[in-house]
């Protein structure tokens, strides 16, 4: 079973029907992200992650620009949904690391928050970009679930 860390989004909580399918895929790790009242260093997202040892880091819109950053520090793959490397409200600006690292970026192309376009500018070509026509910022859970079997679970099966 996977170790997955799971980094919600700027607007979202902790838990809910995401984390509950993810426990059923593996060990997930879904801490409270408070990104607007605390000062986040690159240095306590990788204790963070050192914690849990993730095999899989899958981040959602501020989240999903967190996990970038964390994938980019310690090489491990990320999946991330309609993430914020761009136009963020609240201004991280994370060095990346020079790790090599998996990436797999779904785009919600119908996302008014974050622009789809704008982020595949920036992945370029170091990332797996899946585009979901009728999808807009938030992705709903069977939107979540299938494209999570189809990229984690279909691939084991023989």
Known sequence: MKSILYLHGLESKQGGAKIDFLASQGTVHAPAMAYKTKA?????????????????????SM?????????SHT??????????LHSRSIDYNFNYGKQNYKRTIILGMLDTVVLPECT?????????????????????????????????????VC
């Open 40 to 60: 986040w260093s690159v240095d306590e997202l990788i204790e963070m992650a050192n914690k849990c040892n993730p095999d899989l880091i899958i981040g959602s």
């Open 120 to 156: 595949k500018k920036i992945a370029g070509d170091t990332a797996k970009i899946i585009e979901v026509a009728a999808m807009g910022h938030r992705t709903p859970l069977d939107t979540f679930k299938a494209i999570y079997t189809q990229l984690f679970v279909d691939e084991t």
């Open 63 to 71: 989240g999903g620009y967190f996990a970038d950053v964390l994938g």
């Open 75 to 84: 090489s491990t793959e990320v999946l991330l949904f309609n993430p914020a």
